[in-house]
């Protein structure tokens, strides 16, 4: 992964259009699904850079996703604390606190419940803050 510029780093918003846009493979259009579907079902949360890649916040971090070579990670930060009843997460399942899903090239996501999965996140962070 390329490590941003000094004007990416003056934006999270432009870092992770940046972030997406140089992934020109089957990755970069899934990235942007996740952040739209992220960005419509919890907008109050501030999308920010850390680690090198896309953190959705609101006074701690609630949700992350990162490309890898063969596949795709969401992480919801406090996963272990959120009720999954379509059974989206499928890594990290033995994390203290985070769980994760795991998206490769021939997956589907189920966007409606991967929403309910980012508000929940987002409501569980709010009663921490």
């Not at 942007?32 to 907008?43: E, F, V």
């Not at 606190?97 to 569980?124: C, E, K, M, T, Y």
């Amino acid at each position: 992964m390329k490590k941003p510029s000094a004007s990416q780093k003056a934006s999270p918003s432009a870092a992770i259009t940046r972030f997406i846009a140089d992934l020109k493979d089957w990755r970069g259009p899934v990235l942007a699904n996740l952040r739209q579907l992220i960005g419509s079902a919890a907008p109050d949360l501030a999308e920010d850079w850390k680690w090198g890649t896309p953190v959705w916040t609101r006074g701690g971090n609630v949700v992350a996703i990162g490309a890898f070579k063969d596949h795709v990670k969401v992480n919801f930060f406090a996963g272990a604390a959120l009720k999954d009843p379509h059974g989206l997460f499928n890594a990290g399942l033995d994390a203290k606190a985070s769980r994760a899903i795991d998206i490769g090239p021939d997956d589907s996501l189920n966007a409606s419940a991967f929403q309910a999965l980012v508000r929940a996140a987002a409501a569980h962070q709010a009663l921490k803050t």
